[in-house]
């Protein structure tokens, strides 16, 4: 069974950092390309993240940049976000998904490029 499990969401303080994670089973996890979303209540969602299975391409949603860092673990079939300074508006459920195909940049933000998705993992931000 072809699974993705975010782990690693809590609540925390604005200012904080946390690390999730994804960890991927019953696929050959490192031939994938894994993405970040995230949706916020009452609102759609959008993309945070992506990496490349060889970690030689990564993309991030312009307003994440410097705030947070995707990396990956293939020999642990692991992806992580790691989020710092955050803020109440970073407040969302977040998706990780996986993605067998190469993409042009301009697809690696649609959620359609994606053919696997975790149940997500929920970041909640107190000011």
């Known amino acids: 069974q072809v699974q993705l499990v975010e782990t690693g969401g809590g609540l925390v303080q604005a200012g904080d950092s946390l690390r999730l994670s994804c960890e991927g089973s019953?696929?050959?996890?490192?031939?994938?390309?894994v993405g970040w979303f995230r949706q916020a209540p009452g609102k759609e969602r959008e993309f945070v993240a992506r990496?490349?299975?060889?970690?030689?391409?990564?993309h991030y949603a312009d307003s994440m940049k410097g705030r947070f860092t995707v990396s990956r673990d293939n020999d642990n079939n692991t992806v992580y976000l790691q989020m710092n300074s955050l803020k109440p508006e970073d407040t969302a459920i977040y998706y990780c998904?996986?993605?067998?195909?190469?993409?042009?940049?301009?697809?690696?933000?649609?959620?359609?490029?994606?053919?696997?998705w975790g149940q997500g993992t929920q970041v909640t931000v107190s000011s």
């Open positions: 998904a996986a993605d067998a195909a190469v993409r042009r940049a301009n697809d690696v933000a649609l959620e359609h490029s994606y053919e696997v």
């Open positions: 019953g696929l050959t996890f490192g031939m994938y390309a």
């Open positions: 990496i490349r299975w060889s970690a030689g391409s990564i």
